[in-house]
């Protein structure tokens, strides 16, 4: 096991195309860090760079002690899994296992032993003796992420390991993953652009946009405290609803937020400094933090349509000429075309910058 820390580091193409823009982050020893963010943020050259299949421009990253800007892949003490399996397809599951140990001179007891030991972590003890062909892609997958196993290495890097799998094999690997890591205690660094894989797997998850680090936390930390608007509409699913307009709190501490065709939308009793009045912003709140209600605070919607996917169902919106989502348990709900009167939740709301995108804290307001 191992320490991974990135120092300022930075990777620019020969055409001048900045890939990633000064990361600094370090992964704990045994933590399990997901990388996510979207096609082209830089994530899976980060992960690359720690492999050595992409050289640094600047900066300086070290495993363990050791700055290995320079280092060979081979002598690095790492193991990756790609997103294709990449198995030898006349080997048997054992000597796919095997090969990358034989080549590096292990003998016959110790290739053994390891093979053994990663065939009962994952559940492949049965298979060994079959051929990739004769097996499901999740089964594949599980002999690809044996074949890094067996090394032993101090850091394990998967790069959108489950991509090619459907649904249901995704959840299911996705969990065996989860239980590996917590029997190993290995450093892993994970790639993905799915954003429930990151929010299930990860220990911590690093944000990524554009090659800059967005923010890193916790799954619960990034979406219930998003550091910018960025953050906020990448994670959660649906995304975070943000409205735009100018904000106007009244004597008793009630809050509106005028919109562009000049309505207001009720916020209530919110905790946002004074001096915050008649300045632009804008709110984000949680699909979940709409509720159908009634009284002052609620404001009529327009309902665009329904999605009941069993356990909640999705209210598409419309008010002002902004779209909305509100999430609900199943319940009856006016139909398709129809007006419902919709309040948020003024506890759970995010403030941000308009010109920075930037988290606004919420303060007391003066007595």
Known sequence: MAKVRFQDVRKVYDNGQVAVQGATFDIADGELMVLVGPSGCGKSTLLRMVAGLEEISGGTLSIGERVVNDVAPKDRD?????????????MTVAENLAFGLKLRGHDKNEVQRRIQGAAEALGLTGMLDKLPRAMSGGQRQRVALGRALVREPAVFLLDEPLSNLDAK????VRTEIAQLHRK???TMIYVTHDQVEAMTLGQRIVVLNEGVVQQIDTPM???ERPANLFVAGFLGSPAMNV???????????????RLADGSELPLGAIALGADWNGRELAVGVRPEHLQPATGAMAFQAHIEG???VGNEIFVNLQHAGQGLVMRVPPQ???AVGGQIAVAVNSAVLHFFDIASGERIEAL???A
């Open 332 to 334: 009856a709900l006016p």
């Open 169 to 172: 094999l995704r959840h299911s």
């Open 306 to 308: 329904l999605e009941p």
């Open 243 to 257: 409205l735009r307009g100018v904000l106007r709190l009244d004597a008793a501490g009630s809050a509106w937020l």
């Open 221 to 223: 930390a990034l979406y």
């Open 364 to 366: 007391q307001q003066a």
């Open 78 to 90: 790492i193991a990756m899994v790609f997103q294709n399996y990449a198995l030898y397809p006349h």
């Open 184 to 186: 190993l205690g290995t």
